[in-house]
């Protein structure tokens, strides 16, 4: 990040479009440095949108070497943390700065961070959050076929649907990352549009999939 000029830290990120490039670094150091000191989402913040708020502008107010400074402080003991609270709540958070480092790269126009670990790890994560969802509203069942690996997610219902596409796509995806015309142009089988739907519905923290395409 030190290497970039301000017209790249200023450009806008079209998977969080109000934010800049500097404003997802500001969030990704406050996530780190707020769980470091278990400072946590209030009970009535929905998906942490004012949590996450207060952190990119508290770093607006804040130079671009302080930023960094403080990632090089808070970076080992959360990467420490993560480890002691397991792979459930550490895939967690693989998978949303795997989003924010993408949205970025993608935004400079670099190649994909498609490293294969980290992919399943951080898509492990959101295709149980889909589990959850499909299963909370009695959906029915999708089959996800990621490269060579295969889960049914959901249960009981009236629907089934089959995914097959590359695992960087589907992680993309099922994180908010696509259009929706993007993820119908997927290898489908079965009631996309409405599973399409309740993705939708079903994504908070300010999150929801982007009007256009995104091209990375």
């Known amino acids: 990040m030190s290497a970039l000029s301000d017209d790249e830290l200023t450009l806008p990120v079209p998977a969080t479009p109000s934010w800049s490039v500097r404003d997802v670094l500001a969030h990704v150091v406050g996530l780190a440095a707020d769980l470091n000191a278990q400072r946590f989402p209030s009970a009535d913040d929905v998906g942490g949108t004012a949590w996450t708020e207060l952190q990119v502008q508290h770093g607006r107010g804040r130079t671009l070497r302080e930023e960094l400074a403080e990632w090089d402080r808070e970076a080992v003991p959360f990467e420490d943390g993560l480890r002691s609270f397991g792979y459930e709540v550490g895939s967690h958070f693989v998978a949303d700065l795997h989003a924010h480092f993408q949205d970025v790269r993608g935004t400079l126009g670099l190649p994909r961070d498609a490293d294969e670990l980290v992919v399943r790890v951080a898509l492990d994560h959101y295709l149980g959050f889909v589990d959850e969802m499909l299963d909370g ?53 079965g009631d996309s549009d409405d599973l399409l739907a309740l993705l939708q519905m079903s994504l908070t923290g300010g999150y929801s999939l982007p009007p256009s395409d995104l091209i990375e």
Do not use: C, K, M
């Not at 009236?158 to 929706?180: D, I, K, Q, T, Y």
């Open 137 to 189: 509203a009695g959906w029915g069942t999708l089959e996800v076929v990621a490269g060579a690996e295969a889960r049914i997610l959901g249960a009981h219902g009236l629907h089934h649907a089959r995914l097959r596409a590359e695992p960087f796509e589907v992680l993309r995806s099922v994180s908010g990352r696509r259009s929706a015309r993007q993820i119908r142009a997927l290898d489908w089988e």
